[in-house]
Protein backbone atom coordinates (compact mmCIF):
# COMPACT_ATOMS: atom_id res chain seq x y z
CA UNK A 1 0.00 0.00 0.00
CA UNK A 2 1.12 3.65 -0.28
CA UNK A 3 0.12 6.08 2.57
CA UNK A 4 0.54 9.77 1.94
CA UNK A 5 0.68 12.03 5.12
CA UNK A 6 -2.33 15.34 4.00
CA UNK A 7 -2.44 16.99 7.31
CA UNK A 8 -2.58 16.30 11.04
CA UNK A 9 -4.45 13.51 11.34
CA UNK A 10 -5.40 13.18 7.50
CA UNK A 11 -3.99 10.88 5.08
CA UNK A 12 -4.59 8.55 1.77
CA UNK A 13 -3.80 5.09 1.61
CA UNK A 14 -3.68 3.59 -2.35
CA UNK A 15 -4.82 -0.58 -1.70
CA UNK A 16 -4.17 -2.99 -5.14
CA UNK A 17 -8.24 -2.53 -5.58
CA UNK A 18 -9.71 0.82 -4.03
CA UNK A 19 -8.43 4.05 -2.13
CA UNK A 20 -9.37 5.16 0.86
CA UNK A 21 -9.10 8.39 2.17
CA UNK A 22 -9.07 9.20 6.30
CA UNK A 23 -10.11 12.43 8.00
CA UNK A 24 -9.07 15.08 4.53
CA UNK A 25 -9.87 18.73 6.02
CA UNK A 26 -6.69 20.34 4.52
CA UNK A 27 -3.55 19.69 2.48
CA UNK A 28 -3.33 18.85 -1.32
CA UNK A 29 -4.53 15.56 -2.34
CA UNK A 30 -2.72 13.40 -4.80
CA UNK A 31 -3.44 12.49 -7.97
CA UNK A 32 -5.94 10.64 -7.18
CA UNK A 33 -5.80 6.83 -9.12
CA UNK A 34 -8.98 5.16 -11.63
CA UNK A 35 -9.79 3.22 -8.42
CA UNK A 36 -12.72 3.23 -6.59
CA UNK A 37 -12.50 5.79 -3.15
CA UNK A 38 -13.67 5.47 -0.21
CA UNK A 39 -14.01 8.84 2.19
CA UNK A 40 -13.92 8.22 5.87
CA UNK A 41 -14.49 11.03 8.28
CA UNK A 42 -14.58 10.43 11.88
CA UNK A 43 -16.46 13.37 13.29
CA UNK A 44 -17.44 17.10 12.85
CA UNK A 45 -14.60 18.73 14.42
CA UNK A 46 -12.92 20.86 11.76
CA UNK A 47 -9.58 19.34 12.08
CA UNK A 48 -11.30 16.43 10.91
CA UNK A 49 -14.20 17.52 8.68
CA UNK A 50 -14.53 19.93 5.39
CA UNK A 51 -17.73 19.60 3.15
CA UNK A 52 -15.15 20.07 0.20
CA UNK A 53 -14.86 16.21 0.61
CA UNK A 54 -18.08 15.87 -1.22
CA UNK A 55 -16.94 17.70 -4.23
CA UNK A 56 -15.09 14.87 -4.56
CA UNK A 57 -18.36 13.01 -5.99
CA UNK A 58 -17.18 14.62 -9.39
CA UNK A 59 -18.51 11.38 -11.19
CA UNK A 60 -15.11 10.14 -12.71
CA UNK A 61 -14.85 7.40 -10.30
CA UNK A 62 -16.97 5.14 -7.90
CA UNK A 63 -17.19 6.60 -4.52
CA UNK A 64 -18.33 6.19 -1.06
CA UNK A 65 -18.87 8.40 1.86
CA UNK A 66 -18.32 7.11 5.73
CA UNK A 67 -19.18 9.55 8.41
CA UNK A 68 -19.05 9.57 12.25
CA UNK A 69 -23.10 9.80 13.70
CA UNK A 70 -22.21 13.15 14.94
CA UNK A 71 -21.78 14.46 10.76
CA UNK A 72 -25.66 15.17 10.90
CA UNK A 73 -27.10 14.83 6.77
CA UNK A 74 -30.06 17.00 7.90
CA UNK A 75 -31.71 19.64 5.82
CA UNK A 76 -30.11 22.50 6.72
CA UNK A 77 -26.61 20.96 6.66
CA UNK A 78 -27.28 19.20 3.18
CA UNK A 79 -28.21 23.01 1.95
CA UNK A 80 -25.26 24.77 3.37
CA UNK A 81 -22.95 21.87 2.36
CA UNK A 82 -23.84 21.67 -1.04
CA UNK A 83 -24.57 18.61 -0.79
CA UNK A 84 -26.80 16.94 -3.66
CA UNK A 85 -29.41 13.92 -2.85
CA UNK A 86 -27.01 12.02 -5.31
CA UNK A 87 -24.40 12.42 -3.19
CA UNK A 88 -26.11 11.77 -0.11
CA UNK A 89 -27.55 8.40 -1.59
CA UNK A 90 -23.50 7.31 -1.15
CA UNK A 91 -23.30 8.78 2.26
CA UNK A 92 -23.73 5.99 5.60
CA UNK A 93 -23.88 7.38 8.72
CA UNK A 94 -22.05 5.31 12.05
CA UNK A 95 -22.21 5.48 15.12
CA UNK A 96 -20.40 3.51 17.64
CA UNK A 97 -20.12 -0.75 17.49
CA UNK A 98 -21.26 -0.88 14.11
CA UNK A 99 -20.41 -2.99 11.30
CA UNK A 100 -21.21 -2.65 7.55
CA UNK A 101 -19.94 -4.35 4.63
CA UNK A 102 -19.10 -2.06 1.19
CA UNK A 103 -18.83 -2.77 -2.24
CA UNK A 104 -15.71 -4.28 -3.75
CA UNK A 105 -14.38 -5.69 -0.88
CA UNK A 106 -14.57 -3.25 1.98
CA UNK A 107 -16.00 -4.01 5.42
CA UNK A 108 -15.70 -0.91 8.00
CA UNK A 109 -16.23 -1.72 11.96
CA UNK A 110 -16.51 1.15 13.85
CA UNK A 111 -15.30 1.92 18.00
CA UNK A 112 -17.21 4.28 19.86
CA UNK A 113 -15.06 8.07 20.89
CA UNK A 114 -13.75 9.67 23.92
CA UNK A 115 -14.60 12.30 22.34
CA UNK A 116 -16.69 12.87 18.95
CA UNK A 117 -17.70 10.35 16.39
CA UNK A 118 -16.39 7.27 15.85
CA UNK A 119 -12.70 5.49 15.05
CA UNK A 120 -13.13 3.12 12.28
CA UNK A 121 -11.59 -0.71 11.21
CA UNK A 122 -11.43 -1.07 7.68
CA UNK A 123 -10.42 -4.28 6.04
CA UNK A 124 -9.82 -4.57 2.53
CA UNK A 125 -7.94 -7.17 0.33
CA UNK A 126 -6.77 -8.68 3.31
CA UNK A 127 -5.13 -5.78 5.06
CA UNK A 128 -6.92 -4.37 8.25
CA UNK A 129 -6.28 -0.62 8.70
CA UNK A 130 -7.34 1.44 12.02
CA UNK A 131 -7.71 5.14 12.58
CA UNK A 132 -8.73 6.13 15.78
CA UNK A 133 -10.28 9.72 15.12
CA UNK A 134 -10.39 11.05 18.19
CA UNK A 135 -10.50 7.62 20.15
CA UNK A 136 -8.10 8.80 22.48
CA UNK A 137 -6.39 8.11 26.25
CA UNK A 138 -7.10 12.43 26.48
CA UNK A 139 -5.30 13.37 30.13
CA UNK A 140 -5.18 17.21 30.53
CA UNK A 141 -3.39 18.66 33.25
CA UNK A 142 -5.01 20.85 35.31
CA UNK A 143 -8.06 18.73 34.50
CA UNK A 144 -10.52 17.59 37.12
CA UNK A 145 -9.07 14.17 38.56
CA UNK A 146 -12.12 12.42 38.66
CA UNK A 147 -12.55 13.69 34.68
CA UNK A 148 -9.68 12.34 33.88
CA UNK A 149 -9.91 8.69 35.55
CA UNK A 150 -13.07 8.53 33.76
CA UNK A 151 -11.23 9.38 30.49
CA UNK A 152 -9.24 6.43 31.12
CA UNK A 153 -11.57 4.27 32.32
CA UNK A 154 -13.81 5.10 28.72
CA UNK A 155 -10.72 4.58 26.77
CA UNK A 156 -9.92 1.64 27.69
CA UNK A 157 -13.27 0.31 27.00
CA UNK A 158 -13.94 1.78 23.98
CA UNK A 159 -10.79 0.02 22.16
CA UNK A 160 -11.06 -3.32 24.23
CA UNK A 161 -12.36 -5.39 21.02
CA UNK A 162 -9.14 -4.57 19.51
CA UNK A 163 -7.79 -7.47 22.44
CA UNK A 164 -5.41 -9.57 20.51
CA UNK A 165 -6.66 -8.65 16.71
CA UNK A 166 -4.14 -8.36 14.20
CA UNK A 167 -3.78 -4.40 12.77
CA UNK A 168 -1.57 -4.02 9.38
CA UNK A 169 -1.65 -0.38 10.16
CA UNK A 170 -2.66 2.02 12.45
CA UNK A 171 -3.29 5.83 12.55
CA UNK A 172 -2.88 7.01 16.36
CA UNK A 173 -2.97 10.24 18.20
CA UNK A 174 0.08 11.37 19.75
CA UNK A 175 -1.05 15.31 20.78
CA UNK A 176 2.12 17.26 22.24
CA UNK A 177 -0.55 19.44 24.11
CA UNK A 178 -1.19 16.43 26.49
CA UNK A 179 2.52 16.74 26.91
CA UNK A 180 3.54 13.41 29.27
CA UNK A 181 0.69 12.28 28.32
CA UNK A 182 0.71 12.30 24.87
CA UNK A 183 1.86 8.78 24.40
CA UNK A 184 -0.79 6.93 26.71
CA UNK A 185 -2.93 5.50 24.18
CA UNK A 186 -0.67 4.97 21.66
CA UNK A 187 1.85 3.03 24.57
CA UNK A 188 -1.56 0.89 25.36
CA UNK A 189 -2.67 0.10 21.81
CA UNK A 190 0.73 -1.32 21.31
CA UNK A 191 0.07 -3.42 24.55
CA UNK A 192 -2.94 -4.55 23.49
CA UNK A 193 -3.29 -5.30 20.32
CA UNK A 194 -0.93 -6.89 17.08
CA UNK A 195 0.29 -3.62 15.54
CA UNK A 196 2.30 -4.46 12.09
CA UNK A 197 2.96 -0.45 11.54
CA UNK A 198 1.89 2.54 13.29
CA UNK A 199 1.71 6.25 12.10
CA UNK A 200 1.21 8.73 14.78
CA UNK A 201 -1.27 11.34 13.90
CA UNK A 202 -3.06 14.67 15.52
CA UNK A 203 0.59 16.58 15.83
CA UNK A 204 -0.38 20.06 15.33
CA UNK A 205 2.63 19.54 12.84
CA UNK A 206 4.73 19.03 16.06
CA UNK A 207 6.67 15.70 15.47
CA UNK A 208 8.62 16.08 18.43
CA UNK A 209 6.55 13.54 20.47
CA UNK A 210 7.32 10.75 18.26
CA UNK A 211 11.19 11.69 18.79
CA UNK A 212 10.50 11.13 22.96
CA UNK A 213 8.14 8.45 22.40
CA UNK A 214 10.57 6.45 20.30
CA UNK A 215 13.85 7.48 22.42
CA UNK A 216 11.61 6.13 25.85
CA UNK A 217 10.41 2.90 23.61
CA UNK A 218 12.94 2.05 21.27
CA UNK A 219 11.51 -1.37 20.99
CA UNK A 220 8.87 -0.02 18.89
CA UNK A 221 11.44 1.79 16.25
CA UNK A 222 9.96 -0.68 13.51
CA UNK A 223 6.60 -0.62 14.49
CA UNK A 224 6.35 3.14 14.12
CA UNK A 225 6.75 5.54 11.19
CA UNK A 226 7.59 9.27 12.43
CA UNK A 227 6.15 12.07 10.56
CA UNK A 228 8.39 14.39 9.92
CA UNK A 229 6.28 16.94 6.90
CA UNK A 230 3.54 17.22 4.70
CA UNK A 231 2.69 15.07 1.52
CA UNK A 232 5.44 12.32 3.14
CA UNK A 233 4.73 9.33 1.78
CA UNK A 234 5.26 5.25 2.61
CA UNK A 235 5.12 2.13 0.88
CA UNK A 236 4.44 -0.64 3.24
Known sequence: MRVTFLAHSGFLVELDSVCLLLDWWKGELPELPDKPLFC????????????????LDDGTREIRFLLGKDIRLSAHNRKKWNLSDETAEKCAVLGGNEKIDLPNGVAVETLPSTDEGVAFL???GGKVLYHAGDLNWWHWEGEDKAWNRNMETDFKRYVEPL???????AFVPLDPRLEEAADWGIRYLLALAEVKKLIPMHQWEDYRPT???LEDC??????VLPVERLGQQWIL
Open 40 to 55: FTSHQHHDHFNPQIFS
Open 218 to 223: PQWAEI
Open 163 to 169: RGRRIDL
Open 211 to 213: ETF
Open 122 to 124: VTC
